[in-house]
């Protein structure tokens, strides 16, 4: 079955340390998302990519970096994380060329505490 | 830039009652709404996708629009536990890649068996 992979699910560090949260998507999906989910403010777009080696900023991407090194495979990178950056983190799909045209198929999130 | 929002904040209804929920949108041009349902800090799922004005329905999830009041609503009929979860609803402008969509907060949905 076609779906969204996250990991990982759970993670902790510490202020300033280097955080990789990865994603797979087996939709054979061009574009992929990477949203925060916060108390209040919503899912929040951070980066988006529409194919490998494409990376494109969304409405909140201070403090992260993104890779799209596959089709399936988009990674998002914080360098120095601070403790504002303690969320829950959602990796997306979607192809627009297809029928469903932009609804995402999300995967099932990353918790990052930062402390 | 779209503002969406939707209340209540919160709901709860009786198992098999009707649940309505509502959403606003301030872009009087979008034309692409879909509602999704979160159960507690899981990931999304689309429950039914709406692009012009009227009905749509998929099973027990009937979305209303009318773009000229600037809403789009979601009825649970039959509501069962399982139903309990946040309600988002999202906006974009046309039938385009996700960065042009907006979430609203969404509407907490607890159903009382």
């Known amino acids: 079955e076609a779906a969204v992979t996250q990991s990982p699910r759970n993670k902790v560090t510490v202020t300033g340390g280097n955080v990789t949260l990865s994603c797979r998507q087996t939709?054979?999906?061009?574009?992929m998302y990477w949203y925060r989910q916060d108390t209040g403010h919503g899912l929040r777009l951070i980066h988006y990519?529409?194919?490998?080696?494409?990376?494109q900023i969304g409405d909140v991407p201070d403090g992260y970096k993104a890779t799209r090194t596959t089709q399936e495979d988009f990674f998002l990178l914080l360098e120095l994380a601070s403790p504002s950056q303690t969320s829950l983190y959602f990796c997306?799909?979607?192809?627009?060329?297809?029928?469903?045209?932009?609804?995402?198929?999300f995967g099932e999130g990353s918790r990052l505490i930062v402390v | 830039q779209q503002k969406v929002q939707q209340s209540p904040e919160s709901l709860t209804v009786s198992e098999g009652a009707m649940a309505s929920l509502n959403c606003t949108f301030s872009d009087g041009t979008s034309n692409n709404f879909r509602w999704y349902r979160q159960h507690s800090a899981k990931g999304l799922e689309v429950l039914v996708s709406?692009?012009?004005?009227g009905e749509k329905e998929e099973g027990r999830f009937t979305a209303h629009l009318n773009r000229a009041n600037l809403h789009v609503s979601l009825h649970i009929r039959e509501p069962q536990p399982s139903d309990s979860a946040v309600y988002l609803c999202a906006v974009s402008p046309t039938n385009s890649a996700g960065n042009k969509l907006t979430f609203g907060i969404g509407t907490r949905v607890l159903v009382r068996p």
């Open positions: 997306a799909s979607s192809d627009p060329g297809h029928h469903s045209g932009n609804t995402l198929y």
């Open positions: 709406i692009f012009s004005d």
């Open positions: 990519s529409y194919g490998a080696g494409n990376l």
């Open positions: 939709n054979s999906h061009n574009y």
